[in-house]
């Protein structure tokens, strides 16, 4: 049985304008992964596309957000 208890709850944080997004055709991030995640994810149950319980606005990170994961170098790269 799965426990769906809110302190055990995972978040996917999503929005289909990231399916636009790229590095190029070598890197690993490709659309295509995450569309095939969130399809294993709606099919499993342990996800539901119109459940907004728990949805936040989709904005863009601030440069203070990058930072607390990662280097201002590799912020200045991407």
Known sequence: MLNTSP????????????????????????????VALID?????GLWQKSDEEGQLPFRAATTE???LIHTPAYIAAV
């Open 65 to 67: 957000e990058l930072e």
């Open 7 to 34: 302190q055990s709850r995972a978040y996917l944080l999503f929005d289909p304008s990231e399916l636009a997004y790229g590095f190029g055709t070598e890197h690993p991030f490709q659309s295509r992964r995450l």
């Open 40 to 44: 294993l994810l709606v099919s499993s």
